[in-house]
Every structure is written in structure tokens, then in C-alpha cells.
Nanobody, 127 residues
């Protein structure tokens, strides 16, 4: 089973920036949705940013709007999450995810419960 690989996590002071990368999409046929999730300690996993390839539509959770940017390279093999103006509450393990199923897309964007391919996670700590 294909596993995506995240990189770019680390520790940063509040107000700083980090850019996460995720590779491995070339091994998944016909990806429909790509997304970044995060899970803070003791918290449920949440989808922070998602990208529908067919429409290039991007959706962000309210807490990161204007600060985080999801993107992909031209070959669509690498996905990025640029994180600016980081806050301590952004501290979490960040995961990238993807799914090739048309059922992954809803009228409001990618379905957060319909991702079959995941990375191992990368820690982001903001102090």
C-alpha cells in the first residue's frame, strides 16, 4: 500500500513560518482530493486544508485562513503547506492525505472521512 511521506516539520517561535512537503502522489492513480490534517495532543484530527484537483478548489478551516496555503508542484507529485504567522495552537502532528475516489468530493469540498492514503506525520511545535 502506498504511503505518502511528509517533511518540513520542526520547532518555531510564534509568528514564524514553516513549509511542509508531501511526496508520493505519483504512485496513486487518478488522485481526486489532496489534504493536510493535523492532530494536537488530546485532540481529534482535523482537516486544515484541502485541494480538489479537478477544479483546483481549495478549502481551509477557519482557524488557518489567511495564514496557511496549500499548493502542489506542476507535476502534481508534491504537495505543500505554507504556514505563516504560526501560533502556539497550531502545534500538532501534521499529516498529508490523498484519495482517488469520486466519493471523496462533496459539494463543500473534500470529504474528510474519505481519505485512503496517508503519510506518517510530521511534528510542528510553535512556542
Amino acid at each position: 500500500h502506498v504511503q505518502l511521506v511528509e517533511s518540513g516539520g520542526g520547532s518555531v517561535q510564534a509568528g514564524g513560518s514553516l513549509k511542509l512537503s508531501c511526496t508520493g502522489f505519483e504512485y496513486i492513480n487518478n488522485v481526486v482530493c489532496m489534504a493536510w490534517f493535523r492532530q494536537g495532543q488530546g485532540m481529534e484530527r482535523e482537516m486544515v486544508a484541502s485541494f480538489i484537483l479537478s477544479s483546483a478548489g481549495k478549502v481551509y478551516t477557519d482557524s488557518v485562513k489567511g495564514r496557511f496555503t496549500i499548493s502542489q508542484d506542476g507535476a502534481k507529485n508534491t504537495m505543500y503547506l505554507q504556514m505563516d504567522s504560526l501560533k502556539p495552537e497550531d502545534t500538532a502532528v501534521y499529516y498529508c492525505a490523498a484519495d482517488p475516489s469520486p466519493f471523496a468530493v462533496t459539494v463543500s469540498g473534500c470529504n474528510p472521512t474519505h481519505f485512503g492514503y496517508w503519510g506518517q506525520g510530521t511534528q510542528v511545535t510553535v512556542s
